[in-house]
């Protein structure tokens, strides 16, 4: 009863149910997936390991895009209008669903991972660039396995409002892991990354056309209404 909810604004709360999860026309085109990666060297592991996951999303059925981040500048240090921060935006808002690789530095992400999001606002005008989007994680470790950049990469992720899944990769001793073609070798490593971009497809075709349905929030909806109303009574004056 709303009677119980007294600082509730009716008129802005929505009850969930099932039918409002139904999508009357689900989408056809192959879902589609954005990979960042976090290094700049000439053989970069978090590279490697990218590509290697764009190949099993492409079979998995989805279109893949990677971002080079070659020559994008550092956060705040060139105009929005910059072409790499350009294109980075403009694939983030084509994507429906990301993966994010990056070694592990410092016992944390890289900074060329870190730069690629800072350069994402939560909002461009009235759209959220990342947000409902799914999320994979992965990195890579120069010694024994560590989870400290998915982990910090996941709380990046909550705060852009993305669907991060539950499985992530790490992998250790990564310089063992690819051939000198830079192909990833069989291993429990390489398996769990087949699990993971496995898990994202599934996750980005369940969510995909769902996504303002599950970001629509009560305090949006409420602020939105108070600026509505406020604007009427503007107009009255």
């Known amino acids: 009863m709303i009677a119980d909810l007294p600082n509730v604004d009716g008129t802005c709360l929505d009850i969930p149910t099932r039918e409002k999860l139904d999508v009357p026309v689900p989408s056809t085109h192959p879902p589609r997936i954005l990979l960042l990666y976090g290094s700049l060297r000439e053989r970069s592991y978090s590279r490697l390991l990218t590509f290697e996951a764009a190949r099993l999303l492409r079979h998995f ?17 060139a105009p929005v209008d910059h072409p790499k921060v350009r ?11 990301q993966v994010w690789t990056s070694p592990e530095r410092h016992g944390a992400m890289s900074a060329v991972l870190k730069a690629q999001i800072d350069w994402v606002p939560l909002a461009l ?7 409902g989007r799914t999320l ?3 990195q890579v470790c120069g010694g024994s396995q560590s989870f400290n950049a ?3 990469m996941r709380i990046l992720g909550r705060w852009m409002r993305m669907l991060t899944i539950p499985n992530q990769s790490s992998v250790a001793k990564a310089f063992e892991e690819f051939d000198e073609a830079g192909r990833m070798r069989p291993s429990s490593y390489y398996d769990r990354v087949v699990d993971v971009m496995e ?10 056309d769902r996504t303002d ?3 629509s929030r009560y305090g949006e909806r409420k602020e939105a209404a108070a600026k509505l109303e406020e604007r009427v009574r503007l107009q009255k004056i």
């Open 61 to 77: 059925g989805a279109e893949t895009r990677i971002f080079d981040p070659h020559g994008l500048p550092l956060p705040d240090g």
């Open 87 to 97: 294109e980075l935006r403009d694939l983030m808002l084509w994507s429906e669903g």
């Open 125 to 131: 005008g009235a759209i959220r660039p990342t947000q």
């Open 136 to 138: 994979a994680l992965m």
């Open 150 to 152: 998915v982990n910090q």
């Open 199 to 208: 898990e994202l497809v599934k996750f980005t075709l369940l969510t995909r």
């Open 213 to 215: 349905y599950l970001t």
